[in-house]
């Protein structure tokens, strides 16, 4: 028996440990990947055999550390707010940058025009849902599909068109004739 001492034995096994650190790991990672069903039926045996008792710690251990649990669970919201924020700015930038390109590659179905996407509009040719903007919380691919039903203008012949739609000098009909034209 070469560690009689088990404060000895204690102290190789780690450093035997320490040694052979990424060896061991792997071979406990693929050990549990064999067994994954298996592990998984044996934790389930172990919480249901062992229930009141987990409880009864869990619940010590919650009463005890109260303070650091819940700090901990506020600390976790806000990080998960702060990453929700994050998601949706990164969104809004995506959604952006493919109207912006879409408005330019479109450019204005009556006059042409084409230089600055701020002022290139959708125009709806009915059948509206919502107004498209880059800050609707509608996906893209929602987006595109409200898209196709609508043309792409310019601030100027959108505001004359809405003008002239108001003094009902033009139809709907006529705006789609219009827009297939060019
Ligand atoms: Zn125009």
């Known amino acids: 028996m070469p560690y009689k001492d088990p404060e000895d034995r204690k102290q190789q096994g ?11 790991l792997k071979r406990s990672k693929e050990h549990q990947e064999k067994n994954k069903e298996k ?3 044996y934790k389930k045996q172990r919480y249901m055999i062992n229930r009141e008792k987990i409880l009864k710690e869990r619940e010590k251990y919650y009463q005890e550390n109260k303070d650091y649990i819940l700090e901990q669970h ?3 919201k806000k990080d998960r ?11 809004y930038r995506k959604r952006k940058k493919w109207l912006n390109g879409y408005k330019i590659l479109k450019g ?6 084409n230089r600055s996407p ?23 691919k929602r987006i595109k599909k409200e898209i196709a039903k609508c043309i792409i203008l310019c601030s100027n012949c959108h505001r ?10 033009i139809t709907k009909e006529g705006i789609n004739a219009k827009s297939k034209t060019q």
């Open 81 to 91: 707010i702060e990453q929700h924020r994050e998601y949706k700015r990164q969104d």
């Open 74 to 76: 506020k600390q976790y």
């Open 39 to 41: 592990i998984k039926q």
């Open 14 to 24: 780690k450093i035997y440990y320490l040694k052979n650190r990424e060896k061991i």
């Open 108 to 113: 204005c179905s009556i006059c042409g025009y």
């Open 118 to 140: 701020a002022a290139l509009e959708f125009h709806h040719n009915g059948g509206k849902e919502f107004t498209i903007g880059e800050c609707s919380s509608y996906g893209l």
């Open 160 to 169: 004359e068109l809405h003008e002239k739609k108001r003094k009902k000098m």
